[in-house]
């Protein structure tokens, strides 16, 4: 008889477990002999499994009412609470508006301890939504915040956490992700004349380096030093100063936004390009002067060919043809550099431009 992996009543004890054994064992026997049978709960069938018990607050109204089920699922309408512990969350403190409405599947893990008394567990739980009036829900899901990470915890806020292995938004026609939208009824734009409080009625903080959308895989914020590829580092033209031999690297950084950054590489190319001219015009004047001068000769007695003796009128004219092109060519140089160096840097490169191409407010890692 083969055992189903999907099938785990180590939850139990004693007779518990051994009638589960018991029952599962008969009905294989029976599938096996070709009797019309099914496993408990097989077909959605009732089942008896190892099921912990939820250790319900004074305050909180818990759903099914068939309470031994809820280890299983539940739905919890209470206040703000985050652990076992009835003195836990703004709940527990005794604050006012701290409702909240706690969504689980899965108490216990995935070997949950037959009646063994358990409470919220953002940790351990299999599949959580939760809502509070006043949370600290960063701390409560064990986030990464502080300041090493360069993102600071939403404190005593009202919260959604959602948790689970797999966790899918999916829109049919489109998901957008917003922060501090003020749309009400009849406005499709945010507006400055529409104000809108947080949830503890203060001034929404919707500047500074942690806030907008961040996108976070495996948790890892903070920073990472790397080696500067350029060895030794290069001067840093204007500032006088060399860069650091080493970087130090924040793992949260900005979003590009693309249509900026490809204005910013247009007229990269562009710049390059003038440069190419430039480089290509100076490098066609020598050339000229460069032959001239080892193909011209002068006739000598017997109307033999001499050597190549240039004329001094001629060089000292295309000698000063050639400084003129040469100052012409530097001061066009001077000022690509000058444009690559000052202006597209301000323009593209300067976090504070219009046309910067990394997000202020959106970052990844």
Not at 71 to 84: N, Y
Not at 204 to 231: E, F
Request: net charge positive; aromatic share 6%.
């Amino acid at each position: 008889m083969a055992k189903d992996k999907n099938r785990d009543f180590s939850g139990f004890s004693g007779e518990d477990l051994k009638k589960a054994k018991e029952r599962d064992e008969l009905a294989l026997k029976k599938i096996e002999s070709g009797e019309g049978c099914l496993l408990p709960g097989q077909a959605s069938t009732p089942l008896i499994e190892p099921l912990p018990d939820y250790d319900k607050a004074e305050c909180e109204e818990v759903y099914p009412s068939d309470k031994t089920l809820h280890g299983r699922h539940r739905i919890v309408f209470g206040r703000d609470r985050d652990t076992r512990s009835h003195f836990s969350g703004y709940g527990g403190r005794g604050a006012t508006t701290a409702g909240s409405i706690d969504i689980v599947v899965g108490s216990g893990g995935p070997r949950p301890k037959h009646r063994q008394k358990v409470g919220p567990n953002f940790m351990g739980d299999a599949a959580r939504v939760y809502l509070s009036q006043r949370a600290d829900i960063d701390q409560y899901m064990m986030l990464p915040f502080g300041d090493s990470t360069g993102l600071f915890p939403s404190v005593n806020r009202s919260a959604v956490g959602i948790k689970a292995d797999a966790v899918r938004i999916v829109g049919r026609e489109g998901v957008r992700i917003y922060t501090n939208a003020r749309t009400p009824t009849g406005i499709n734009i945010a507006s400055d004349e529409v104000k809108e409080s947080n949830s503890r009625g203060e001034k929404i903080q919707s500047s500074g380096p942690d806030r907008g959308i961040h996108l976070i895989a495996h948790g890892q914020t903070g920073t990472y030093q790397v080696i500067n590829p350029i060895q030794p580092p290069r001067l840093s033209g204007y500032k006088g100063t060399t860069d650091p031999p080493i970087y130090t690297i924040n793992r949260l950084q900005p979003m590009v936004r693309g249509d900026n950054l490809l204005l910013a590489m247009n007229e990269l190319v562009e710049q390059i390009r003038d440069i190419t001219v430039l480089v290509q015009n100076f490098t066609n004047s020598q050339m000229r002067f460069n032959q001239y001068v080892a193909t011209h000769t002068h006739e000598v007695v017997g109307g033999a060919p001499g050597v190549a003796t240039p004329s001094v009128v001629v060089v000292s004219g295309f000698a000063q043809e050639v400084v003129k092109q040469l100052n012409d060519h530097i001061m066009a140089f001077s000022k690509k550099n000058a444009q690559l160096g000052t202006w597209y840097k301000m323009n593209y490169l300067s976090s504070t431009s219009p046309l910067s191409f990394l997000s202020r407010h959106n970052k990844t890692n």
